[in-house]
């Protein structure tokens, strides 16, 4: 339930996620130092711009449980302080039920996928919880970071991400502009990325650069 709806990264079918919990659903993969290389969110709207504008985030139960913990607990067994009644106010748009899910491995230190999944009319059951952990782990292993950037690619990412245009990038590095694109193609390709932009974003994320 962060205050930060946007989507980054590659389209994915997320059907599943919807099925098992229709009344909305956050997904945040592979969260480095401040925010995570691709995030989903599909919760209300009109939920979204309260949580936000009211800045709910720092006292949600349902965030400090998924960076203090790893598995899955239903938000009624949060036994976390909730002193800005997140959860009733998250009841006013029919997020009655969920469950929180935090994922991180022993290969990425510091990276963590996590998601908070919500329904309406019941708790979400123990088979749809263990699937949705399926799922939200499936997507944090798909978004592994590459470990086959050339240095040079590496190069061009870090100007892209310190701000520079093409033009002077290849001036700095003494290459043609073609060089340059081609070389951020390549980063686009083996991250998964959609633009220059992004593949310098991912790769910080990932602390590649």
Request: proline share 4%; hydrophobic share 40%; glycine share 6%.
């Amino acid at each position: 339930m962060l205050d930060k709806p946007t989507l980054l990264g590659n389209s994915t079918d997320m059907s599943e996620f919807f099925e098992l919990s229709p009344a909305g659903f956050y997904v945040a993969l592979r969260v480095g130092f401040a925010y995570p290389a691709e995030e989903h969110n599909e919760l209300p709207k009109a939920w979204v711009e309260r949580y936000t504008q009211r800045g709910l985030m720092m006292q949600d139960p349902v965030i400090r449980w998924v960076y203090d913990n790893t598995g899955a607990e239903r938000w009624s067994a949060i036994r976390i302080e909730d002193p800005r009644n997140v959860f009733e106010q998250a009841r006013k748009y029919e997020l009655n039920f969920g469950v929180a899910i935090s994922f991180c491995d022993s290969a990425a230190v510091g990276q963590r996928s996590y998601g908070s999944f919500a329904r309406s009319d019941r708790e979400i059951e123990d088979w749809e919880i263990d699937r949705l952990t399926d799922l939200l782990v499936a997507l944090h292993n798909d978004r592994t970071p590459p470990t086959n950037l050339t240095k040079a690619e590496l190069q061009a990412l870090r100007m892209v991400k310190d701000g520079l245009l093409m033009k002077e990038i290849a001036d700095l590095l003494k290459v043609s502009e073609g060089a340059v694109k081609q070389r951020l193609k390549n980063a686009k390709l083996k991250l998964r990325a959609k633009t220059g932009t992004h593949a310098a974003t991912m790769a910080t994320s990932f602390g590649l650069i």
